[in-house]
């Protein structure tokens, strides 16, 4: 009988109640995503014992104290457990030792994974404070390491205070990050299938966002500092309304790739890798929807053939499939695409979530409302929803509550509230925080000033959290933004330009814009133009 059996011989029953741990794991030997989610596995095999509630995202950052070793990958965990904290420790031990394998050479050295307690609460959410030769909980030194702290910051309303300093978590990790130390800012990594060829490491996209202080408000907000990627539209479709299927050649997907192979030359020459958005659906408002046999008979062979087209190297080549189809997504991934770009999130196809957790590639969390053919009336943002005006959900910036009906933020806030309604179905259909990319859906149910506030509002977006009525928080602290303007309505409607392919030079500096908001991808037609306009972008706004 191993130590982990004999521990918890206890049966549990509905009456059980529960204590609440929140374990900080680390890895920084091997395939570092794998192995945490071998530990993932096996704190479920666990069984009622620990129920593991919610997942950080993943964190990349450099070692500390010993330098001389490879990064590390960190994040935290959320469980309930009617284990002890000697009993939790142990199993935490037998993960790390039995099941991972871990060896030893010496303290704070490489590591194929560690476990630690960092805070633990009674079944009546009481703080549980350990000083023991074994094990001293809160953890000793969570307040000086940001790998711990802002992945527990995902899982922690701004309320929560540290059991021993009684000050704000949150506050404890600005007060972190204001020592302005570099090697305490992370970088935000959305694990992707499969691995890179050369180096055989993960393949991730990577988001960098340090946290700064208003000189005058002294508020601090979380900025991006990484260059942004390019997302290339590829419509596959004969009537999209931007380009008209202008490369849309099924019988000769020759043309299409030769035409890819030429863009994406291009923007590699200023930037290391770019996105190719393979979309077989149009969704331009009140656009006639394809069946799905049709979607499919036009994206799959084009991912094929991107997958196996030599002057396409698969390290710089993402792929991601845009589409709000479950069964389209299966055959993209199986076909070699790395992200599902749901205009939907998720509402359109129940199966969307579940199949994305399980593929576990990228996934666009984007905010609609209603259909293709009624979203463009549902533009009313003003507060009217019974949820709000009887303060059932709170909600913060930057950590700090703010009052949803102060007119500054009410667009911002309802859709933060709205895909925070989406977000946690996902989180409950078992997708991981880790793999989602925001969009707040430019031109889905949005008239044209609502368009351009959401992009000035891109910050508030990126710092929005919020409590719902029934106590759950979410928060898209460091999640990474996906804006989709290029060519839509709005820029045409400003620039008195009524053909989409004359407005690639005005998104041009739309694209500019929203960089200098803080979107960390942007959806492009124009790729080859746009990258210029992200590279200088970036220099100027990003300092990258
Ligand atoms: N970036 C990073 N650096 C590190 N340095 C030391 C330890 C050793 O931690 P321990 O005191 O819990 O063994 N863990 C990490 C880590 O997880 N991430
Ligand atoms: N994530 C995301 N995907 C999208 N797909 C299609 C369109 C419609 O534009 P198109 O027909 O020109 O592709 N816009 C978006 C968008 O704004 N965001």
Known sequence: VDQSTAIATTSTDINTKYNTAYLAFGSNVGDRVSNIKLAFDALKRENEKIVILDQSSFFESEPMYFKDQEPFINGCIKIKTILSPHELLRVCKHIEYEVLGRVKHFDNGPRSIDLDIVLYQNADNEPILINDEDLIIPHPRMLERSFVLEPLCQLLPPTTRHPITAEPIWNHLDELYAKGNDEDNLWLVTPLPGKTLNTKKEKFLKFKTVTVKDPITNLSKRESVSPTYIMHILNVTPDSFSDGGKYYSPENISTTLHHLVQVTQEVLKLHDCIIIDVGGCSTRPNSEQVSEKNELGRVIPIISAIRTCKELPKDKVIISVDTYRSTVSQQAFEAGADIVNDISGGAFDSNMFSQSARIGGGYVLSHTRGTISTMNKLTDY???????????????????????????????????????????????????????????????????DQNLEIIRTIPLLKNYSCVTPDGRFVTFKNLPILLGPSRKKFIGTITMEPEPHNRDFATGSVVASCIGYGTDIVRVHDSINCSKSVKIADKIYKKV
């Open 382 to 448: 003003t507060w009217k929803n019974t949820d709000v005006m009887e303060g059932k959900y709170v909600h913060y910036i930057s950590g700090k509550e703010i009052d949803p009906k102060n007119e500054q933020l009410t667009l911002i806030t309802t859709i933060g509230q709205e895909l925070s309604v989406r977000f946690l179905a996902a989180l409950d259909s078992g997708l991981h925080r880790g793999q989602m990319i925001l969009d707040p859906g430019l031109g889905f149910a949005k008239n044209l």
